[in-house]
Nanobody, 121 residues
Framework: QVQLVESGGGLAQAGGSLRLSCAAT????????MGWYRQTPGKQRELVAV???????NYADSVKGRFTISRDNAKNTVYLQMNSLKPEDTAVYYC???????????????WGQGTQVTVSS
């Protein structure tokens, strides 16, 4: 069974930094895109950053220049380094991966359980 396990959320002051990690575990053949979304109450989940298997990265305009996504393919892990945090970055952050499960032998999207990031002013 495939799971995405997130860690690294918490409380930070404005201008501070946090680093999120997400490890894909279970029977996995291969992983294409890995990324991060975030959601605040009453709003739709929005893309923060994505990393493709080919090495391309894309970011939401609101985080460009402040957040960096990276991945360790040997560990099936994606990271999100968040610098110069702002109160508006406060949200639940979700990891996602588009991967091929060895059990179902199909590509599909998997999601982590979410980790809270709170930035105080």
């Amino acid at each position: 069974q495939v799971q995405l396990v997130e860690s690294g959320g918490g409380l930070a002051q404005a201008g501070g930094s946090l680093r999120l990690s997400c490890a894909a575990t279970g029977s996995i053949f291969s992983i294409n895109d890995m990324g991060w979304y975030r959601q605040t109450p009453g709003k739709q989940r929005e893309l923060v950053a994505v990393s493709t298997s080919g090495g391309t990265t894309n970011y939401a305009d609101s985080v460009k220049g402040r957040f960096t996504i990276s991945r360790d393919n040997a560990k099936n892990t994606v990271y999100l380094q968040m610098n110069s945090l702002k109160p508006e970055d406060t949200a639940v952050y979700y990891c996602t991966a588009h991967l091929l499960s060895a059990v179902t032998v199909t590509f599909r999207d998997y999601w982590g359980q979410g980790t809270q990031v709170t930035v105080s002013s």
